[in-house]
């Protein structure tokens, strides 16, 4: 019988990314241990059915993706990756595993490719991928098929008129093809944003400021603010319609250059490549004299614009974001979350929903309507109905991609049974008093049933 195990002669098991070793046999059969070596990552991320694996770290850096989360790891650090959960891990380290029960064939979907491990996206479809996911991952000499069916229905959406696109046999054939997309395209941050961007979003925040009771300071938060014209349209908003409003403006984002930008609050108009946008494109000539100071092609935030407003860099999903910025009257979330792959999506906006105060407000829009509609309803968030139909329209260049990019708006539906929830864009949070909120005149539907009926997109 051994008590002491040393590393076989060769490695177990060599992947794109990794090699290790597996000790053993060992007496205790449920229980698996590795010693792993990581040159980049693990070359897919994937779920477990039944293992749990847990990983020390004993050299090296990197960090494990779990959950749609990053996490960075150094020596000494334990990282414990459950069942049923998506992860992955990146960097240069060596590792020691223990997994149990012990590995089986089938117990892991591996659910996508890992490209700090293998680079460029492969067109090989993955260990145990499903015919849906080798479609997706297909190439004809060297180009994807599905990106040719995705532009050809950017082409054909963009000739056929509503009244056509709106029919009934074409509009689940959208939201086919935007199912595509979703899965399909390859996703990331984008800079690209303008002032006053939806308006009737900025008009219903207005309503709400002018509807306090209280006298205390407006709380705001304005999370992934990117270089500055939504928290700067915001402020506006507020302030032209309550100029005595004492308020305070959180806005954050995750990139420091962004921030950066954000703060200084002047913007060359003729600098596309900076700006990725022509930012000022809808507002008017009056408006742009209200809110700026202008020096040749630079425009420049007004001072009493910028009074109030704390500039933060930092990632919106992390859980101490409440004690970071404290609890918030209204929290804005716009046009970053559809970035982001759904399971991370849904816990970085259940984590901003703790920012909100009880009875306090919500704007979410961005995001894959299937995740926002579940969480509003395991949230017990009510549906704001004024200006519904105003703020789904509200941003004319989301609907133009649907559907044929995974960050398109999918077009208003009155005929489903839970279009008042997965339409809304605003959301009050289940005050702790129903009868003391903080704003009167509410106009917000019954809160969102945990029942609430599920949807394809």
């Known amino acids: 019988m051994s008590y002491t195990h040393s590393l076989p002669e060769a490695p177990s098991f060599d992947g794109k990314g990794l090699f290790g070793y597996s000790f053993g046999p060992l007496q205790k059969k449920d229980v698996d241990v590795y010693y792993v070596v990581v040159d980049g990552g693990h070359d897919t991320f994937m779920v477990s059915r039944r293992i749990t694996r847990i990983y020390y770290v004993l050299e090296g850096s990197g960090y494990f993706t779990i959950d749609g989360r990053r996490h960075d790891v150094s020596p000494g650090m334990l990282v414990e990756a459950p069942p049923k959960v998506e992860y992955s891990y990146s960097g240069r380290m ?29 067109s090989a479809p993955l260990p145990n991928a499903s015919r849906w996911n080798a479609l997706l991952g297909l190439r004809v000499f060297g180009k994807s098929p599905v990106g040719a069916f995705l532009r050809g229905n950017r082409l054909a959406w963009s000739i056929l008129p509503a009244s056509i696109t709106s029919l009934a046999p074409l509009r689940r054939y959208g939201e086919f093809s935007a199912r595509v997309a979703r899965a399909h395209d390859r996703r990331g941050q984008a800079f690209s944003t303008y002032f006053l961007r939806n308006r009737p979003a900025l008009e219903l925040m207005r309503r709400l400021a002018e509807r306090r009771t209280g006298r ?14 939504e928290a700067y349209s915001v402020a506006w908003a507020m302030r032209t319609a309550q100029p005595d409003v004492k308020l305070v403006l959180h806005a954050m984002d995750i990139s420091p250059d962004a921030v950066e930008i954000a703060r200084r609050g002047a913007y060359s108009v003729n600098d596309p490549e900076l700006m990725e946008s022509n930012i000022l494109e809808r507002m008017s000539g009056a408006e742009i004299e209200d809110m700026f100071d202008r020096g040749g092609d630079v425009v420049s935030v007004k001072p009493w614009l ?4 704390e500039w933060r860099v930092g990632d919106a999903g992390k859980v101490r974001a409440r ?9 804005v ?9 759904p399971p991370a999506a849904e816990q970085c906006l259940r984590n901003i929903a703790r920012l909100v105060r009880p009875g306090g407000y919500l704007f979410v829009s961005g995001i894959d309507l299937d995740v926002r509609t579940k969480v509003a309803a395991d949230l017990g968030w009510r549906p704001m109905q004024e200006l519904l139909d105003d703020i789904h329209d509200g941003d004319a260049c989301m609907r133009t991609f649907w559907p044929w990019h995974y960050a398109g708006l999918e077009p208003l539906n009155k005929k489903r049974s839970d279009w008042k929830v997965r339409y809304a864009a605003a959301f009050q949070a289940p005050p702790h008093d129903e009868n003391s909120t903080g704003f009167h005149d509410l106009d917000a539907s019954p809160k969102v049933a945990a029942t609430a009926e599920p949807t394809a997109a």
């Open 94 to 122: 060596k590792l020691v595993v223990f997994a149990s029960p012990a590995w089986s064939a089938r117990n892991d979907t591996h659910t996508r490719w890992n490209r700090d491990a293998i680079g460029e996206k492969s």
């Open 306 to 309: 910028k009074e109030g407003i």
């Open 216 to 229: 205390d300071a407006l709380r705001v938060a304005v999370l992934g603010c990117s270089t500055g014209p």
């Open 323 to 331: 004690d970071l910025l404290g609890a918030q009257d209204i929290v």
């Open 333 to 341: 979330a716009s046009n970053f979350l559809c970035h982001m792959a």
